[in-house]
Structure formats: C-alpha cells, structure tokens
C-alpha cells in the first residue's frame, strides 16, 4: 500500500538540503581515494597488500573515532559535531602536501586517518539527523533519498581521479620503474615526486574546499530537532538496551560486510580490468564510473520501491542478485581488451560493474533498520553502525593479499579467485535482510 505520511518535516527542509550536500562531499572523498590503491601501487612499487593499507587507514578513521564522535554529539549537538567533522576533514587533505613532499608512504596514510575521523564525525552525526527531520515511519526512505546524493559525489571524486590523477601519471610502467631502481634511482625519485604532487594537488583543493563548508555551517542556524530538545538519556542505560537489541547487533554486523564488499568491489575493479583484459587504469577507471553511475539511478529507483516494497525485503532480494552477479565476475569469460572498443565480450567486468546497481540500497536501509524508533538513543547507537564501516579497513588488505598470493587454482586467476570474498559478504547480508524480514511479518 502506497505510503503518504511526508517524508520531512517542513520546517526543516532548508536544514535538510544543507546537511545532504555533505553526503556527496564524503562521497567524493571514498571515491576519489580508491583509485589511488592502484596508483600508489604502481608510483611506490609496493604489492597489492601494502597498497591497500590506503583503504587500512582510511577506514580505520572510522573505527576509531566512531564512538568518540557520538559522545561528543551526545554531550553537544548535531551542529558542533558536524563542525568538527569538517575541520578534521580539512585538516587531513592538507596534510597531503607535507606527505608528498616528504614522499613517504605513512605520512599519506597518516592524512587519510585524519581525514577520515573528520568523515566519522559527519556520519555520526549526519546519518541520525536525517532520520530525526520526520515521522519514524519515512525515516528509512527519507535517509535512502539523502543517501541518494552520496554517489553523485563518488562520480565527482572518480572523475577528478580518472583525469586529473591517473591520467596525469607518469606513463612509466611497474617493469620500466623496476628498471630504473636498479640504473638510475635518481631518475625513479623525479619520476615519483611528480607523480606524488600530482596525486596531492586535487587533496589541497578538497582541503579548501571543505573549509568554506565549515564556515558555511558555522554561520547556518540549524533548528533542533526532537530529540536533541528532549535531552540527554542515560549512557549507561542506552549502551544496555542497544546490546539486548538483537536486529541492531546484527545490523552492525550486517554493515560492516557491505562497507567491506563496496570497498572491495570499487578498488579492485581497476585490478580486474587490468590482469583479465590487458586495460589501462585510466580506461578501467570509466567503468568504475559506470558502476557509480548505475549505482546512483539504482538509488532513486530503490528510494522509490520502498514506497511499495518493506526495506528488509528489498535488501535480502537485491543481496542474492549481487552475489550472483560475483559469481560471474569470478566464473565468465572476457575477450581482451581492443583500444577504443568499451563493449566487447567483457561478460566478467560487465558483471563486476552491475554489482552496483544491487548495492546501491544498502547502507541506508541498513542503517535505517537498525536506528527506527530509537529517538535520542540514535545517537550513541550510530557509532556502532560507523564502526562497522571498519569493514572496509579490514576486508581490502584481505583482498589485495588474495591477489598476491591466491595462485593455488591454474584455471583461476588469483583476481577472481579474490571476489570470493565479496560473495560471502553478500551471502551475509542477503541472510540478514531475510531474519529481519521474517521477523516483522510474523
């Protein structure tokens, strides 16, 4: 039966508008970032594995300063918490510049994590404010619309990935670059240096960037909503009730496999396209943008079904499809890859990029399934659900370690054989929206 309760509260519209635009700007972040597993790989000549500690600190922001940040929002309000959100996300894309010079790989991974605990504190506090601007009864398809413009900033950070940094790179290959460590290191440093800067200069524009929406906000009047009006619940009490809250635990649990299996599908495409077609990164790298871009139609139209459909239902049913669609980026054929031609017999990758499309709903119906109804409670219970992001500082290493070292099958690649993990995420979670399902129609 079609739902008619509106979606936002009135009064809060303008507020609304104002808090989705940070959505795409930490979508532009994740997106932005990814490509650069491949791209320090090959400017670092460093394995699959040491190169996907980008994805190790980046997501580790989150796991870190998760709780913190919804203590403080517990203690302050949406409003501070937002604030500082955005002065460490500043703070961590200008430490790119020192990081570049310095050409050290930890000084990169040092800004991420900054950058990142800034990212944390705007989820936690983004993601329940969202859900407060309305009836609890809209307050999962109200976060899916929010979350709607996250991707939009993805396809930005892909964009400004794809041509302004590795399509700037130096054309220098990883065998060419190993060649030249051994006869002429000086020339390699050059080589490196430029190619660090070019990776930096996009991060000091993020960086300012991201200020003037720290002084935006800091001169926005953002209303309370109820439940910052109500006050503060005991914490003691709060952390009990969430840890009796089965769907909630689980909801944890189911998050942090699908962080993990977006990260995973989203960095290692570039991989696949490069070891299973001969493809550039730079071309690859157009397909990311075409997972990105069906995710983004995906969204609207899945924001639209839950009208119709409950959001548990929608989540089991789309993660079966997307551990299908695994299975034939694992399984089916690609023909090589032509210069020019971005449509032939690519069935593997073509799978690879329609994943997307299945993922698309997932993070906001998750987190809204886990949250609906718990009022003030949202607060602290949003820093488990952003904890869980640390799925993606934990399953990528794994991945990239499969692609390293995965060679025990001669008829599989150890690239396929790594999206093998993904399947078991989606495995997870297609189990996950079936008990909740069954368990609010009985």
Known sequence: MKNTTPLIFRPLLLSFVLVTSLFALWGFANDITNPMVAAFKNILLISNFESSLVQFAFYGGYCVMAIPAALFVRRFDYKTGILVGLFLYAAGCLLFIPAGNAMAFWAFLIAYFVMTCGLSFLETTSNPYILAMGENETATRRLNLAQAFNPMGSITGMFVARHFILGRLDAATEAERLALRDTNPDALA??????????????????????????????????????????????????????????????????????????????????????????????????????????????????????????????????????????GAIFLPNAPFVEGHYFGAYWGLFCLVAISACMSLMFPT?????????????????????????????????????????????????????????????????????????????
């Open 366 to 442: 998750i987190y809204g399934i886990a949250l609906k109804g718990m009022g003030d409670e949202a607060k602290l219970a949003s820093a488990g659900l952003i904890f869980a992001i640390g799925g993606g500082c934990i399953l990528p290493p794994m991945q990239g370690w499969l692609i390293d070292r995965a060679t025990w099958l001669e008829w599989l690649s150890p690239v396929r054989i790594s999206f093998v993990l993904p399947f078991i995420c989606f495995f997870v979670i297609a189990c996950y929206g079936y008990r909740v399902y069954r368990s609010r129609v009985k």
């Open 190 to 327: 050059a080589i490196q240096q430029s190619d660090l800067n070019i990776v930096s200069g996009p991060y000091l524009i993020l960086g300012v960037v991201v200020f003037v929406f720290f002084l935006l906000f800091l001169l926005a009047r953002l209303p309370k909503v109820k439940t910052e009006a109500a006050g503060r619940l005991s914490l003691k009490g709060t952390v009990q009730k969430l840890f009796h809250n089965k769907t909630y635990l689980w909801s944890i649990v189911a998050q942090a496999f699908y962080v993990g299996v977006q990260i995973m599908v989203w960095t290692f495409i570039i991989q696949y396209a490069e070891h299973e077609l001969g493809m550039p990164k730079k071309v690859a790298q157009d397909f990311n943008i075409a997972a990105m871009t069906i995710f983004v139609l995906s969204r609207f139209i899945c924001t639209f079904l839950l009208k119709y459909f409950k959001p548990a239902q929608l989540l089991s049913t789309l993660a079966v499809a997307g551990g299908l669609f695994t299975l």
